[in-house]
């Protein structure tokens, strides 16, 4: 089951330019998690923000957490070619499942 | 949407069992089957790619002989854990991969293991 919603679906920017994708949630979580697909490949794990926690850095990473809204945003700074992928948020609550959102294709044109 | 399942969505059982773990893609055929698994409060370790007709990738690290991966057809994977152990114990969650116009991915509910 997927709780998280991922938006936009699909963004295409020019390398060079700042990507910032969001997720909304629904309920209350511990973490959440930000992760990373190549196509056709698994996904890699990118950051991971806690709850009491609003702001996160990691390289060429931002991601923020408003709890009240129940969202998160993801921005990639200074994007590379190498950054398209598909991008997904993940959360995890009280019982530690983790639930992924439906996830946001990043294509980054030369 | 399309969606995956995974059955059973719990198990528990004793130390030196076999557990089998399903994953059904239930409305569209998977290209290629993911097999993760997570420690609580920790991210997704990827364990393994699986692709139908061949064998599973597995990721370094990961026993292929204690983790066997199927993948029959197109819309059903397994993984069965054998000979389980306690440290075995976390929650395994599959995703489904469809290469169509665009690649998409969807993730089942995984499923909760606890070996005693």
């Known amino acids: 089951s997927q709780q998280g919603e991922e938006d936009p679906q699909a963004l295409s920017i020019q390398e060079g330019e700042n990507a910032t994708m969001n997720c909304s949630y629904k309920?209350?979580?511990?973490?959440l998690q930000w992760y990373r697909q190549n196509s056709g490949r698994g996904l890699v794990h990118l950051i991971l923000?806690?709850?009491?926690?609003r702001e996160k850095h990691s390289g060429r990473l931002r991601v923020t957490l408003d709890t009240s809204k129940k969202s998160s945003s993801l921005l990639i700074t200074a994007s590379r070619a190498a950054d398209t992928a598909s991008y997904f948020c993940?959360?995890?609550?009280?019982?530690?499942?983790?639930?992924f959102g439906k996830g946001t294709r990043l294509h980054i044109l030369p | 949407g399309a969606v995956v399942s995974q059955h059973p969505s719990w198990v528990i059982c004793k130390s030196g069992t076999s557990v089998k773990i399903e994953c059904r893609s239930l409305?569209?055929?998977?290209?290629?089957m993911f097999w993760y698994r997570q420690f609580p409060k920790q991210s997704l370790m990827l364990m393994a790619t699986?692709?139908?007709?061949?064998?599973?990738?597995?990721e370094q690290g990961v026993e292929k002989d204690k983790f066997l991966i199927n993948h029959a057809s197109l819309t059903l994977s397994t993984l069965t854990v054998t000979s389980a152990h306690p440290e075995d114990s976390s929650f395994y969650i599959c995703?489904?991969?469809?290469?169509?116009?665009?690649?998409?991915?969807?993730f089942g509910p995984g499923t909760r293991l606890l070996v005693l």
């Open positions: 995703s489904a991969s469809y290469r169509g116009v665009q690649e998409t991915q969807y």
């Open positions: 309920t209350s979580i511990n973490n």
């Open positions: 923000i806690r709850s009491n926690e």
């Open positions: 993940a959360t995890d609550g009280w019982d530690d499942k983790i639930i």
């Open positions: 409305d569209f055929q998977a290209t290629t």
């Open positions: 699986s692709n139908e007709g061949s064998k599973a990738t597995y």
